[in-house]
C-alpha cells in the first residue's frame, strides 16, 4: 500500500513553489496533512500570473519539481495546479431544476443537476469555466439551505458563483505543466487554495477576507456564512514597489529589491530622518548615500494604493469596514515591514499574517507566507480527494460536485492538451 501523497503547484511570476503533503494520523484521532516538502525556484516565462513564454516556464516548472522529487524522495506524477492573473472573472448564477422522484425527496443527482443549470450561464466569449461553487440552495422558496439531501420539495434552486477563466490562458498553463511529465488532478484558482490553509470554518462563518499579495498581482476572496461572497485579481502587487523605488532613487530593479526586501517599511513614522542606505553595499556600481525615510514615502503611497483598491472592492459588496474576522494578508508582499499596521489604518478592520491552520511539518519553511498557496493545493487535493467529492470545504467542493461529470469541460480539454 503506497501512501497518498498530494502535491500542490503555485505557478507565480516572482517563484514556482511546491509544497508536498501526506496524510499522518493527528493528535485528536483524526487524519491530518504533514507537509515533507516545500520548494521555491525563481520562475521565468511567467509575467502578472499567466505564461508569457511557454519554454522558460516548461523548464522553471520542470526545475521546482526536480527539487521537491529530491527532498522529498517520492516521485512525483501529479498535482493540483494554482491558476491565477487578471482574466479570471466570477459572476452570480442561479440553477432550477425540478425534484425527480415522486416522493419529492431530493437526492444527489438532483443537486448535481441544480449545479449543471447553474453552469449554463453566458459566458464570454473565449473563456472556461474553472469552478461553480454553490453558495446556498433554495427548496419550495425556503432560501439558505446548505445541503438539501434527504429533504422534500418539488423545486430546487441553486445559487452559485461561476469562476471563469481565459481559455488561452488556461491551456497555456496546463500545457506547460504536462510538458514536464507532469500530471494535472485540477486547476484550481489560486486565492480559494490559499484560504484552505490560512482560514478556519469559524473565520469564514463569520466573514473573512483573504488577501494574497504577489509580485504582479493581488487576490482576494470574501466569505461569509461559510460561501465565497466575492473574488477579484488586481493587476498590482510587490513588484510595484520595487518599481517605484527604483525610479524615486534612479537605480536598477536589482538594487531596488534589495533595497525593498531590507530596508523598505510602509510605516514612515518608524524612520528617523538620520537613517541612511548606501546602495553599493545593496549591488550598486558606486556609493551613493539614500535616506531611509524618502524609501518608506515610496513605499508607503504604493502600498496605500493596493489597499484603496481591496477597499474598493469591498465597497462593491458592502462590507467595507465590516467584516467581523477581519483580514488575512498572505503572499510574499505581506512580509513587507509594517504590512499589518498600514492594512489596519486603511481597510477599518482587524487583520493578521495568514499561517497555515491544519497541518503539521518539521519545515521552517511553511509559516512563509509565499507558501500559502501551495500548501492550500495540496489541503484543495486532501478535501476532493478525501471527502470524495461532494461534502465538506462548505459545499464548496461541488465544484466539481460529481468530479467526472461537472469538471468534464476541463477535463475534455486536459485530454486535448496531453502531450
Avoid at 484521532?29 to 508569457?52: D, F, L, N, R
Avoid at 492550500?376 to 467526472?404: A, N, Q
Wanted: hydrophobic fraction near 40%; proline fraction near 4%; aromatic fraction near 4%.
Amino acid at each position: 500500500m503506497t501512501e497518498e501523497i498530494y502535491a500542490g503547484l503555485d505557478v507565480g511570476t516572482y517563484a514556482i513553489r511546491v509544497a508536498v503533503g501526506k496524510l499522518v494520523p493527528s493528535p485528536e484521532g483524526g487524519e491530518q496533512i504533514h507537509i515533507i516538502g516545500a520548494v521555491e525556484v525563481p520562475s521565468a516565462g511567467v509575467s502578472k500570473g499567466t505564461i508569457t513564454n511557454l519554454e522558460d516556464a516548461v523548464s522553471s516548472i520542470s526545475r521546482a519539481l526536480e527539487q521537491a522529487e529530491r527532498i522529498t524522495g517520492v516521485p512525483l506524477n501529479k498535482a493540483w495546479v494554482g491558476i491565477n492573473g487578471s482574466h479570471i472573472i466570477s459572476q452570480e448564477s442561479r440553477g432550477v431544476v425540478g425534484v425527480g422522484r415522486s416522493d419529492g425527496e431530493i437526492r444527489e443527482e438532483d443537486v448535481e443537476r441544480s449545479i449543471e443549470a447553474a453552469r449554463t450561464v453566458a459566458t464570454p466569449t473565449n473563456y472556461e469555466i474553472i469552478h461553480v461553487i454553490p453558495k446556498c440552495f433554495t427548496v419550495d422558496g425556503q432560501r439558505g439551505i446548505k445541503d438539501p439531501v434527504g429533504m422534500n420539495g418539488i423545486r430546487l434552486e441553486v445559487d452559485a458563483l461561476i469562476i471563469q477563466g481565459l481559455g488561452s490562458q488556461i491551456k497555456n498553463l496546463t500545457k506547460a505543466v504536462y510538458r514536464t511529465g507532469m500530471d494535472i488532478e485540477d486547476l484550481v484558482f489560486s486565492i480559494l487554495a490559499t484560504a484552505e490553509a490560512v482560514v478556519s470554518e469559524r473565520q469564514k462563518d463569520l466573514g473573512v477576507c483573504v488577501v494574497n499579495i504577489g509580485a504582479a498581482t493581488t487576490s482576494l476572496v470574501v466569505y461569509e456564512e461559510g460561501d465565497v461572497l466575492h473574488t477579484a485579481v488586481l493587476p498590482m502587487g510587490s513588484d510595484h514597489i520595487t518599481s517605484d523605488i527604483a525610479i524615486g532613487l534612479r537605480t536598477s530593479i536589482e538594487v531596488a529589491e534589495q533595497v525593498k526586501l531590507r530596508h523598505a517599511t510602509c510605516q514612515p513614522e518608524d524612520v528617523t530622518k538620520k537613517e541612511e542606505i548606501n546602495l553599493a553595499e545593496l549591488g550598486a556600481p558606486e556609493d551613493e548615500v539614500v535616506g531611509r525615510r524618502f524609501v518608506a514615502d515610496i513605499t508607503e503611497a504604493r502600498v496605500q494604493e493596493i489597499f484603496e483598491h481591496i477597499d474598493r472592492e469591498l465597497k462593491k459588496i458592502d462590507r467595507s469596514g465590516m467584516l467581523p474576522s477581519g483580514v488575512v494578508l498572505t503572499g510574499g508582499g505581506a512580509k513587507l515591514v509594517g504590512m499589518l499596521d498600514a492594512a489596519k489604518a486603511s481597510l477599518r478592520l482587524p487583520v493578521s499574517l495568514g499561517t497555515p491552520i491544519g497541518v503539521s511539518s518539521v519545515i521552517d519553511r511553511i509559516n512563509d507566507p509565499s507558501m500559502s498557496t501551495a500548501m492550500g493545493l495540496v489541503l484543495w487535493g486532501r478535501h476532493i480527494r478525501g471527502m470524495g467529492g461532494r461534502h465538506g470545504l462548505g459545499g464548496l467542493l461541488s465544484s466539481f460536485g460529481d468530479m467526472e461529470k461537472i469538471g468534464s469541460g476541463l477535463k475534455k480539454l486536459f485530454k486535448a492538451l496531453k502531450p
